[in-house]
């Protein structure tokens, strides 16, 4: 297992740990719920914003995701390595990309929480966290075609 898949078990970790009775200190430098302009102020204006949430694979698909969550933005911060996810200005998610090709990404290379490092593998991510509470593994339906790349494939139809 990767650098990224190594990711996905710190963010399922860290959404458990989140829920639970336990507290770990997140370390990060903007927390959730901060206003947009104090993220701005802390990790400067950002690169890249994108109204409505999503990067859409068509005009039509944009206009519809748009109408359908109004005041949902992203904004990509190239030099913190972080993605903040914006509901009526207000930060609700953030995102740690292992990698990016982005010209000037840099990647995150401080503590995401509990230690846990973007660059860790999976069994660091264990130690430092404990095993996770909930382990979701869903199968794809009978439909869905592992061959073929999609974006976003929760809100797509196959």
Avoid: C, H
């Avoid at 990060?28 to 204006?45: E, F, I, M, N, W």
């Amino acid at each position: 297992m990767g650098i990224q898949g190594a990711l996905v078990v710190a963010v399922v970790s860290v959404a458990a740990l989140s829920q639970s009775s336990v507290r770990v200190q997140w370390q990060l430098p903007v927390s959730l719920d901060q206003a947009k302009t104090d993220v701005r102020r802390v990790l400067g204006p950002p690169n890249e914003t994108i109204p409505g949430s999503l990067r859409a694979v068509s005009p039509e698909a944009a206009a519809d995701f748009i109408r359908s969550r109004p005041g949902q933005s992203l904004e990509y911060y190239y030099s913190s390595g972080l993605v903040g996810r914006y509901s009526s200005d207000r930060l609700f998610g953030i995102t740690i990309l292992a990698r990016a090709d982005y010209p000037g990404w840099i990647q995150r290379s401080g503590p995401i929480i509990g230690g846990v490092l973007v660059t860790d593998r999976r069994e660091a991510v264990l130690r430092k966290l404990g095993p996770p509470s909930k382990v979701e593994d869903d199968s794809l339906d009978g439909k869905a075609n592992v061959d073929e790349p999609v974006v976003f494939p929760a809100e797509s139809r196959y």
